[in-house]
C-alpha cells in the first residue's frame, strides 16, 4: 500500500507539470535530475573516491540551457569543459594534499552527465515540440503500464530467468507481459486522442523493449555496488533513480528518433 500510495503521489505531479509544462515542469525536471545525480554519484563512491560539484552544477544548469532555446552546441561545449575542470580540481587536490583522483573522477563525472542529465535534459526540450505533450505522456503512461505489468506477469507466471546474474527476479514471461502492455497502452492512447498509430505504437514498442533494459542498466550499477537502493526518497521504491532508471533510456531514444531522426 505504501508503495500505490507514493507512486500514485509521485506520477500525479510528474503528470500535472508536464500538462502544465514551461517553468513548472522545468523545475520537476532539475530537481529530478540533480537528486537522481546526487544517487547516481553515491553508487560510484562506494567504489571511490567522487567529487559531485561538477556534475551537480551541470544537471542543475542542462535543463535550464534547453529551456531557454540554446542548441546542442552548448552541451557539447559544457561537457568538454566539465572534463577540464574536474582535472583542474584533482590538480589542486594533488598540490594540496598529494593525493588525486583524476582518472576515476573524470570518468565518473562524466558518465553522470551523459547517463543522468542529458536524458532529463531530452525531456525539457521533447516538451517544448508543439507534439510535445502526447509524445511525453505516452512515453511515461507507456513506460509504467510495462513496469506494472512486468513485475505482476513475472510474480505470478515468471519460470524463465531472463537475466538472472543481474536481476534474478526478471523473468521472460514478465518482459513479454510488459512490452504487450507497453503496445496496449501505446494503441490505446492513439485511439483516444484521434492521433495517427505509428508514431504512438514506435513509442511503446520502444517504451517495451528498451524501458526494461535501462532497468538492468541501473541494476548492474547496484549489484556491483552491493546495495538494494539508491535512495530512501520514495517509499517502496527506493531513489529517485530506482524509479526512473527506466525513462532514461527511453528519453534518449525518443530524442533520437522523433527530434533527430524524424523531424
Excluded at 567504489?47 to 542542462?62: E, Q, W
Excluded at 535550464?64 to 575542470?85: D, E, K, P, Q, T
Excluded at 583524476?102 to 525531456?123: E, K, Q
Excluded at 512486468?150 to 546474474?165: D, N, Q, S
Aim: hydrophobic fraction near 55%.
Amino acid at each position: 500500500m505504501k508503495r500505490i500510495i507514493s507512486g500514485a503521489i509521485l506520477g500525479s505531479i510528474f503528470l500535472v507539470s508536464l500538462f502544465y509544462g514551461g517553468n513548472l515542469w522545468l523545475a520537476v525536471v532539475v530537481f529530478s535530475s540533480t537528486v537522481s545525480l546526487w544517487e547516481f554519484y553515491g553508487i560510484l563512491a562506494t567504489k571511490a573516491h567522487v567529487s559531485k560539484g561538477v556534475g551537480l552544477f551541470l544537471g542543475l544548469i542542462f535543463p535550464f540551457i534547453a529551456h531557454v532555446g540554446m542548441s546542442m552546441s552548448s552541451f557539447v561545449v559544457l561537457l568538454a569543459i566539465s572534463a577540464f575542470l574536474t582535472l583542474f580540481i584533482e590538480i589542486i587536490r594533488r598540490q594540496l594534499t598529494g593525493k588525486s583522483y583524476a582518472i576515476f573522477n573524470l570518468g565518473s563525472t562524466l558518465s553522470g552527465i551523459v547517463y543522468i542529465a542529458l536524458p532529463w535534459t531530452f525531456l525539457v526540450i521533447l516538451r517544448g515540440q508543439p507534439w510535445g505533450l502526447f509524445l511525453l505522456l505516452t512515453l511515461f503512461f507507456c513506460t509504467w503500464s510495462c513496469d506494472v505489468f512486468a513485475f505482476f506477469i513475472g510474480l505470478k507466471w515468471g519460470k524463465t530467468h531472463f537475466c538472472y546474474e543481474v536481476s534474478p527476479k526478471k523473468s521472460w514471461e514478465g518482459f513479454f507481459g510488459g512490452l504487450a502492455a507497453s503496445l496496449l497502452c501505446s494503441g490505446i492512447l492513439a485511439f483516444v486522442w484521434e492521433f495517427p498509430p505509428l508514431p504512438l505504437l514506435l513509442l511503446g514498442l520502444l517504451c517495451g523493449t528498451a524501458g526494461q533494459l535501462g532497468d538492468l542498466a541501473e541494476s548492474i550499477l547496484k549489484r556491483e555496488a552491493g546495495i538494494k537502493d539508491t535512495g530512501a526518497l520514495i517509499p517502496g521504491h527506493g531513489g529517485m533513480l530506482d524509479r526512473f532508471d527506466s525513462i532514461l533510456l527511453n528519453a534518449t531514444l525518443a530524442f533520437l528518433i522523433f527530434e533527430v531522426i524524424w523531424l
